[in-house]
């Protein structure tokens, strides 16, 4: 097993020499473990709600995305990974995960299953971003998803199993966003005030904005131009415009709410940034006491009962989802170390010395293994000393050292390298012995 130290402490790449590719990285060592374990209890906690896995490619049809996220969205237009195969077909590196997860919900026909199905999903994720703090081209996510009910209780579960993994994770405290973009008839009233309303101030827009006008003006409420920032401010919003049947199902929604405790807050100019939301949309956003990571949105989603029609489906299928922004999370200075369960740090570095040692090592390891002992080795190394200094700079309580003598003896010793005692161990014993040390 590789250790997680010398990972950690590795020097940057000499200038000029082959590195990954900006905005994306290795991980490994401790991040490595981070991650995981932020996997294994978002995954925990998912199926304790009720949530299967499901696990799409990182490559998809490039239309599973063009049909899904529309004109105008950054996440399709400037930011999508998109390439042409020998064969002639266009693929996208997936830039999100709920236009895939309904791909795969039609495909292998599961809305012919039991209705809703749940689904959890974790990976990589990639947009050709401006690289920041917690934001990379290649980012983590995990996400969950709801499909084949219109019912608001389904937004609510989200929402509550969005923010139950975050309190595991260790986050203090959190607010949903959360706002309502309506039916279709909803939408259509709130789209062509909207307009009007932009077009009063088109002077006065920057030229991105402007243009945003022309293809798809709910953009413009996320815009990042000051400028909009301020003329946001007197925007219609969307629930104003909700039809009597859209805000009954955004009434439900905030009364599941209260009924959980989750604190909430409507956020009138919150549209999320893709084309295929309807009804709720959410960002759960940090709270603390830091003026440099309160306020930041940690994930979010919402209901995209149109989606499935934008894929090809004959009818629509009503469906709610979210995301995580894993990188973020895992950044964060109340991050929990979540050690996986498939994992924790080692306790034993095994040392072989000699050829006959080399060829028993294997038996050795299979005894570890069913104690469930991670066990750091170095199977290059030949002498006792360089050895016993890669034991201390991992910082292990324990060495086992099994030489030429142990292995015609069928012991092994074990070195307690706090206070440098050791036991001579049957190989036979080995397993029980190794349980009472745990």
Not at 164 to 185: F, Q, R, T
Not at 273 to 294: A, K, W
Request: net charge positive; with cysteine; aromatic share 8%.
């Amino acid at each position: 097993m590789a250790s997680k130290k010398p990972a950690d402490k590795a020097k940057p790449a000499p200038t000029g020499e082959l590195q990954s590719p900006k905005g994306m990285r290795d991980i490994m060592g401790a991040e490595y473990y981070k991650l995981q374990g932020f996997y294994e209890k978002a995954q925990e906690v998912a199926i304790y709600y009720g949530f299967d896995p499901i696990k799409t490619p990182h490559l998809e049809d490039s239309r599973v995305f063009e049909k899904g996220l529309g004109a105008g969205t950054d996440a399709l237009e400037k930011e999508m990974y998109s390439l042409k195969t020998k064969g002639g077909d266009v693929l996208a590196l997936r830039p999100e995960g709920t236009a895939a997860v309904m791909r795969a919900y039609l495909e292998h026909g599961m809305r012919n299953l039991p209705q809703p199905v749940s689904l959890y999903y974790s990976g990589s994720l990639f947009r050709h971003d401006k690289p920041q703090r917690g934001r990379y081209r290649e980012f983590q996510t995990f996400g969950l998803e709801v499909i084949g009910t219109e019912k608001a209780i389904a937004d609510a579960l989200i929402i509550q199993t969005f923010v139950k993994i975050l309190e595991e994770a260790g986050c203090p405290s959190v607010v949903v966003d959360i706002n309502s973009l309506g039916d279709k008839d909803s939408r259509a009233a709130y789209h062509k005030a909207l307009v009007a309303y932009y077009r009063k101030h088109i002077n006065a827009l920057p030229a991105i904005d402007r243009e945003r006008l022309k293809t798809n003006p709910l953009r413009i409420l996320d815009s990042k131009e000051a400028k909009t920032i301020a003329i946001n401010e007197e925007a219609p919003d969307s629930i104003s415009f909700l039809t009597p049947s859209a805000k009954k199902h955004f009434k439900e929604v905030l009364e599941y709410l209260d009924e959980a405790g989750i604190v909430y807050r409507i956020n009138k100019n919150l549209v999320r940034g893709l084309d295929y939301y309807s009804h709720t949309v959410f960002e759960v956003i940090e709270q603390n006491d830091d003026p440099e990571t309160s306020g930041l949105a940690l994930g979010g989603g919402g209901r995209y009962d149109g989606l499935a029609k934008m894929l090809g489906s004959k009818k629509e299928i009503p469906a709610v989802g979210a995301g995580f922004g894993v990188d973020r999370i895992l950044e964060a200075p109340w991050f929990k170390d979540l050690s996986p369960r498939i994992m924790g740090d080692a306790k034993f570095y095994l040392i072989q010395l000699g050829f006959e040692a080399k060829m028993k090592t294997l038996a050795i390891l299979e005894i570890l293994r069913k104690a469930k002992c991670p066990v750091y080795q170095s199977i290059s190394k030949d002498k006792l000393g360089s050895q016993l200094a890669a034991a201390e700079k991992m910082n292990v309580p324990y060495v086992i050292i099994f030489g030429q003598r142990e292995a015609m003896d069928g012991t092994v010793i074990i070195r307690n390298m706090e206070n440098r005692s050791q036991d001579s161990v049957k190989i036979a014993d080995l397993l029980n012995y190794i349980k009472k040390l745990k």
